[in-house]
């Protein structure tokens, strides 16, 4: 079952042969940054404004900016995230220790530091509404502490 893994700059650590990178260097990786308000723009192609958001900066909104920048992916190109399918993921986010070898995407882990890999994986590997379910697994979460 793919995962989630940690990219690794220690001497000696390899990219896995079964892993893909989905860093910000990549297509795949998150434009946008924990203090983003967001991008947009209209279907004419010009910038619009955006409403500052009422809730403080997190990692949690940037992940929710990455989800909508992703279903817009989607809907332009279906199979965008498709090369990803049955790779694990790498990403410079990190894991704990419990997970340090690979956090399967669906495991909510309080421990781990959001990524917006979990995201990418779930698309690529199953099917839409366990996206959603995975959403609101993590709502709920964010809500309980």
Not at 72 to 89: A, K, M
Not at 95 to 105: A, I, S, T, V, Y
Not at 110 to 124: N, S
Request: hydrophobic share 30%.
């Amino acid at each position: 079952m793919p995962k989630r893994i940690k990219l690794g700059r220690t001497k000696g650590w390899r990219m896995p042969t079964n892993a893909k990178k989905v860093d910000r260097s990549t297509r795949y990786g998150n434009p946008y940054g924990p203090k983003q308000i967001g991008i947009c723009v209209t279907s004419w192609g010009y910038p619009a404004p955006i409403l500052p958001l009422r809730e403080p900066p997190s990692l949690e909104r940037a992940l929710d900016l990455y989800t909508a920048h992703a279903h817009t992916q989607l809907e332009h190109d279906p199979d965008f995230f498709e090369p990803l399918r049955g790779y694990d993921l790498g990403c410079w986010c990190k894991l704990c220790e419990r997970h340090k070898h690979g956090k399967p995407f669906l495991e909510n882990c309080p421990d781990c530091a959001p990524c917006h890999a979990d995201i990418v994986g779930i698309i690529a590997n199953f099917e839409r509404g366990d996206l959603a379910v995975a959403l609101e697994r993590r709502n709920i979460d964010e809500a309980s502490k």
